[in-house]
């Protein structure tokens, strides 16, 4: 499991996992765009079920410029997450640099109305050198 998803965080029983992959054909270094897409798994090891409410990202650019994204759920989704189960999905970021990183945390609810943060673990965005 490590070496497909070697990023790794843990919350409270909650596990979140994260693989990145550069993805050259949507990308455009020489206009400045480069592009990766990110796997995630999250992993319900607690007792009880959980939801994903929320989540908020700060992607940090080759500059150090940080952006801070907020918003509901996760492409398009607020998972329920059995114990013993798991949510994967896959989205994207572009940057303006050919480095880069990005880490947040998900707000999630217990079966028990309590609310939580679950930290994502932070991974870097990096392009591979191109020969010229």
Not at 76 to 90: A, K, N, R, T
């Amino acid at each position: 499991m490590k070496a497909l998803f070697p990023n790794m965080a843990e919350t409270g029983g909650i596990v979140v996992r994260v693989s990145v992959s550069y993805l050259s054909e949507q990308s455009e270094p020489r206009r400045g765009r480069w592009f990766w897409a990110y796997h995630i798994r999250i992993e319900n090891d607690g007792d009880q079920a959980v939801q994903l409410l929320t989540r908020h990202w700060i992607i940090t650019d080759g500059r150090g410029a940080r952006h801070s994204v907020e918003g509901e759920g996760v492409v398009g989704e607020q998972p329920l997450i059995q114990p013993g189960g798991s949510f994967d999905y896959v989205s994207g970021c572009p940057l303006p640099t050919p480095t880069g990183s990005m880490q947040g945390s998900y707000h999630m609810i217990g079966a028990d109305g309590v609310g939580f943060d679950v930290a994502i673990p932070k991974f870097a965005l990096i392009a591979p050198a191109v020969d010229s």
